[in-house]
């Protein structure tokens, strides 16, 4: 078993009574009353019968998957077995209101009971979910159990993951691998808001309620801005049924430069004007868009100007929790980096992230540009033209998928639009990558364009081309190209979704010590001629820059398993070429 660890990892390995996650996992919808429920867990593997077993032998560190070292564990969930993992907590007294159960992400399908009644089930291995535990709930102890089966395959949106790892492709991920925790509400409570804010310091902030109906006028909802700990602006309107508008006064922008957020302090009163539930949130006033530049190609643009998108595909994997980071810190420390390297995106690739993640963006100032996880067949895929001299590719094609398997997909997709549809920093959304599980592109394409028309449409970052969304994405290793000739790319956005990938291995820093690790092209010799080559791809990303390209996504943040491209060791022990010389050579693309 791999033994490569980071040093987050190893401060969690150390201390075994550590709680791991113990931050709040809910950035933008932050309540008081709550409780992880991370930690040490009993843990039992059987075969595929359903059902508690008789003896539990092993115990498991949630909110680790199975196959993870930080688990405990570290062995494969076959496809024909299925993980058991129960423990117990006290409550003082019934909850008063409801008591909700929350899952941030089990892969792939659960069934959970409390005090041996059923709460439900789950299926889908990215997204969060929750359950009212409030009738089973007791005061005293409390048993929870979660039975869980994941085959990694069909028509599963399971990203990277594979059987079989290797290359571009990892190792697979079963079970819980983000944060369980429990939640007190009131009876009608704030399940999520919708937010959307502008460069004139407008902000529309549209609540949808869960819980016990409420009568149509019995309840106002209340919004205040804060900056700085001072309140800028307040509004109210009825719900439901009603949105409120506020107007923030001498409105400062977010940018990847000034990434101002305000505070929002959500109230929902009753017909006294008392609080009967309280969230907190935030925003960012800023505006999306495209618009043409001097020569009447469209570039992307941020609050009206035009921006380069330039920043890391990042895989968002670890070599001691695989899909989970160690911890927040760790998650955030990736940011950061791209932050103090000169970059302002990030290309979360076919991977969805704790929401943690997507707070740091807002705050620290990156550009997210969010893939849909893969799964499911492929059509053939038939890549941009990848030099002036090669012929036009004909024209892509979708793969078929059967009606129930694609509603699950738009369920899927439409799931983690409206989870992260507040955040400032998400600025594109890209169902497919390449021609992976490609399907239905102009369906998927005109749904997501309606439903969310403030942000970019990348329908398929280096896959098969329709004419539908704002972007032209090509990908090509190592160097950067678009071609700019293809008449079919006419009034579309023109980006690089993919380049680089210039490896070097870092020896006591490695996945795998045999000869399988790879990077795009041939290995260089050292890191000053990995620097060198870095720097010629950025000066070839600067001359298409100059001929209308809007962005440039490198490969990668981080090596991963076998793929020793990344910026960062694995292990993100060693910065193979450091953020201050990444910032310098990026000063290549400023004025472009």
């Excluded at 660890?5 to 950035?27: C, E, K, N, S, Y």
């Excluded at 909700?100 to 069934?111: E, K, T």
């Excluded at 009163?269 to 960012?284: F, K, N, Q």
């Excluded at 600025?427 to 599980?437: D, I, K, L, S």
Aim: hydrophobic share 40%; with cysteine; aromatic share 8%.
């Amino acid at each position: 078993m791999p033994t490569l660890t980071t040093a987050w990892g190893d401060a969690l390995l150390a201390d075994p009574d550590a709680i791991p996650w113990p931050d709040h996992p809910r950035p933008m919808l932050r309540r008081e009353r709550w409780r992880t429920l991370n930690g040490w867990w009993e843990g039992r593997v059987t075969g595929g019968d359903p059902g508690a077993p008789e003896a539990w032998s092993g115990r498991i560190r949630v909110p680790f998957p199975i196959e993870s070292r930080l688990s405990g564990v570290q062995r494969p969930l076959g496809p024909d077995e299925t993980l058991h993992c129960r423990r117990s907590f006290t409550l003082d007294a019934p909850p008063d209101g409801r008591l909700r159960l929350h899952f941030d992400a089990v892969d792939h399908d659960c069934s959970v009971w409390l005090n041996d009644q059923p709460l439900g089930g789950h299926r889908g291995g990215n997204l969060p979910f929750c359950f009212d535990a409030t009738a089973a709930a007791v005061a005293g102890e409390n048993r929870l159990r979660v039975e869980m089966r994941d085959a990694t395959g069909g028509f599963q949106l399971k990203g990277k993951q594979t059987l079989q790892p290797g290359r571009i492709h990892y190792s697979r991920v079963s079970g819980i691998w983000q944060s369980v925790w429990l939640e007190w509400v009131p009876d009608t409570f704030i399940e999520r808001l919708s937010v959307r804010a502008a460069c004139s310091g407008a902000v529309t902030v549209e609540p949808k309620l869960g819980g016990t109906p409420a009568a149509p006028g019995s309840l106002r909802l209340r919004v205040t801005a804060l900056l700085g700990g001072a309140e800028v602006a307040s509004a109210g309107a009825t719900v439901p049924g009603g949105e409120v508008a506020l107007q923030i006064p001498s409105p400062r922008l977010w940018t990847p430069d000034t990434p101002t957020l305000y505070a929002l302090r959500v109230e929902l009163l009753d017909a006294d004007g008392a609080a009967v539930d309280r969230v907190a949130s935030h925003t960012g006033l800023r505006e999306l868009g495209t618009a043409p530049d001097a020569s009447g190609r469209p570039r992307l643009t941020l609050n009206g100007q035009p921006l380069l998108h330039f920043g890391p595909l990042d895989q968002g994997w670890w070599p001691d929790g695989l899909l989970c980071p160690p911890s927040v810190e760790a998650l955030v420390s990736d940011v950061e980096f791209a932050k103090a390297a000169g970059f302002n995106t990030i290309r979360k690739h076919v991977k969805v992230e704790p929401q943690a993640f997507y707070a740091a963006c807002d705050r620290l100032g990156i550009l997210v540009w969010q893939d849909q996880p893969s799964g499911g067949p492929s059509p053939a895929w038939i890549p941009h033209r990848q030099g002036p001299d090669a012929a036009v590719p004909e024209p892509g094609g979708d793969a078929a998928w059967p009606e129930p398997e694609h509603a699950f997909w738009m369920e899927q997709w439409a799931g983690l639009v409206d989870h992260l549809d507040a955040h400032p920093c998400v600025a594109v959304w890209v169902p497919f990558n390449e021609a992976w599980g490609q399907h239905a592109s102009e369906r998927v394409g005109a749904w997501t364009a309606a439903r969310d028309p403030s942000r970019a449409l990348n329908i398929a970052s280096g896959g098969n081309f329709f004419p539908v969304g704002d972007v032209a994405d090509a990908h090509r290793y190592p160097e950067p190209y678009f071609d700019f000739d293809d008449p079919r790319m006419a009034g579309f956005v023109a980006v690089v979704g993919e380049f680089g990938g210039h490896g070097l291995p870092i020896d006591g820093h490695l996945w795998s010590l045999g000869p399988r690790n790879w990077g795009y092209g041939d290995l260089p010799a050292d890191r000053e001629e990995l620097v060198s080559r870095y720097r010629a791809s950025i000066e070839e990303l600067a001359a298409l820059r100059s001929r209308g390209l809007s962005a440039g996504i490198y490969t990668q943040t981080s090596d991963v398993e076998e793929e020793i491209n990344g910026l960062l060791t694995y292990d993100r022990r060693v910065q193979k070429i450091p953020a201050e010389t990444l910032r310098e050579i990026h000063a290549a693309l400023s004025g472009s």
